[in-house]
């Protein structure tokens, strides 16, 4: 078994973490939450918004998938709604090949969308590999509408975003073009353009030459 099974499997074995003043019994009456999170629960009502939670960075789509198991397990459909890995496409070249891939955009964190209640909060807090809400403290804040709006834009982005693996004053080596193979140093980038202007030695002169992003890789 690879190291990176044995990672995978302990995710899968781990207990789910026992928040403070959640295991003890309560009296009737009483809420089980931490006093911060009941807070929050009291003031976001009954109204579905998107939180976000850490989880161990590399594991998100298995943490993903335990989330959704144990809504479906709990019956939690109409609390919980939507569990979302923010990802978007990025093309990269390498060894003088271009290629697509997918991309976390926060490495780490997932988005939920929710109804904050006592159970559906115990649900989330409680699967495997999720280390805790993102917000004020220990209180779940909600996204904005206009940082969820942004982010799905990113994901849902037509053109895939080119990644830039090089910087003012490193060499390059130009893949593409009449200077193919030349090596250069980068002068200036556009990423706006997606443009890079590199300076190269041609007939003894220093000559800059302006390339798409995907022309030129680090040397």
Excluded at 18 to 38: D, K, Q, W, Y
Excluded at 98 to 109: I, S
Excluded at 117 to 140: A, C, K, Q
Excluded at 155 to 182: C, H, L, T, W, Y
Aim: glycine fraction near 8%; charge should be negative; charged fraction near 30%.
């Amino acid at each position: 078994m690879s190291e990176e099974d044995r990672e995978l499997e302990g995710i899968e074995e781990q207990e789910p973490v026992e928040p403070e003043n959640i295991a003890e019994p309560v009296a009737e009456g009483e809420s089980s939450l931490p006093p911060e999170v009941a807070e929050a629960v009291q003031e976001q009502g009954d109204e579905r918004h998107w939180y976000v939670i850490h989880c161990y960075s590399g594991y998100e789509n298995k943490v993903r998938h335990n989330l959704e198991q144990r809504i479906d397990s709990m019956e939690m459909k109409d609390k919980i709604f939507d569990v979302v890995v923010p990802t978007e496409e990025e093309i990269e070249v390498k060894d003088g090949q271009r290629r697509t891939v997918e991309r976390r955009v926060f490495p780490g964190y997932i988005l939920v969308q929710m109804v904050l209640t006592e159970e559906s909060w115990y649900v989330v807090r409680n699967t495997p590999g999720v280390t805790g809400f993102v917000g004020m403290g220990n209180t779940p804040t909600p996204l904005q509408p206009q940082e969820v709006s942004g982010i799905m834009k990113r994901m849902e982005a037509e053109a895939p975003k080119i990644k830039v693996s090089f910087k003012v004053g490193q060499k390059v080596r130009i893949v593409d073009g009449p200077f193919n193979d030349f090596i250069g140093t980068v002068g200036e980038i556009d990423p706006e353009r997606a443009k890079v202007r590199v300076m190269v030695s041609f007939f003894g002169r220093e000559t800059p030459v302006e390339l798409d992003f995907l022309q030129v890789e680090k040397a």
